[in-house]
């Protein structure tokens, strides 16, 4: 099993700023990486797939780097609608496995 | 519009059975790869079992496996999941979702299990 390392657990920011999360696949995933968003009460939200290719709908302010086994997804300028749960998964495997999340909260 | 809408789940007794159901509508139901995926609140999403268009195919988590049974009626656009000998720790939220090329690209609002005595 691939086992998908968020960080940090939580990031603190004010609204306006950037915001980088990362996301470690314990074995390469190419570029088999998926981001997902999930505020309270709802189902996630497909926000980035191929590593780096936006879902439709998805502001460009959200955008996905990397490739192998270390992965970023950075939001240049938090909106209040983007303090959220954020997750990766992958899927480069037949077992399709998710990190933990990285909790983005208002600094 | 795509739309998911999971039912079935509840409180169970260990050892007990549910089965869910996932009604689908807005696209080819039979097009497309279906899953459950399980999620323990504040923690991350868990992919329980998948299921190919024409219902040949099967996956399971190996928790799961030899427990649940995934199965899909496209003529009535609905999954399943058959639960059985339930145990505490699949407490969860379960959704359905609708996969494309490896991503879950549509999801239900999800239902409650809670495996208690």
């Known amino acids: 099993e691939i086992v998908m390392t968020q960080s940090p657990a939580t990031l603190s920011v004010s609204p306006g700023e950037r915001a980088t999360l990362s996301c470690r696949a314990s074995q390469n995933v190419n570029n088999n990486l998926v981001w997902y968003q999930q505020k309270p009460g709802q189902a996630p939200r497909l926000l980035i797939y191929g590593a780096s290719t936006r879902a439709t709908g998805i502001p460009a302010r959200f955008s996905g780097s990397g490739s192998g086994t270390e992965f970023t997804l950075t939001i240049s300028s938090l909106q209040s609608e983007d303090f959220a749960v954020y997750y990766c998964q992958h899927h480069n495997t037949w077992l399709w496995t998710f990190g933990q999340g990285t909790k983005v909260e208002i600094k | 519009e795509v739309q998911l809408v999971e039912s079935g789940g509840g409180l169970i007794q260990p050892g007990g059975s549910l089965r869910l159901s996932c009604a689908v509508s807005g696209f080819t139901f039979s097009d497309y790869y279906m899953h459950w995926v399980r999620q323990v609140p504040g923690e991350g999403p868990v992919w329980v079992s998948r299921l190919n268009g024409d219902g040949s195919r099967t996956d399971y988590a190996d928790s799961v496996k030899g427990r649940f049974t995934i199965s899909r009626d496209n003529a009535k656009n609905t999954l399943y999941l058959q639960m059985n000998s339930l145990r505490v720790e699949d407490t969860a939220l379960y959704y359905c979702?609708?996969?494309?090329?490896?991503?879950?690209?549509?999801w239900g609002q999800g239902t409650l299990v809670t495996v208690s005595s």
């Open positions: 979702s609708k996969s494309v090329s490896g991503r879950f690209e549509n």
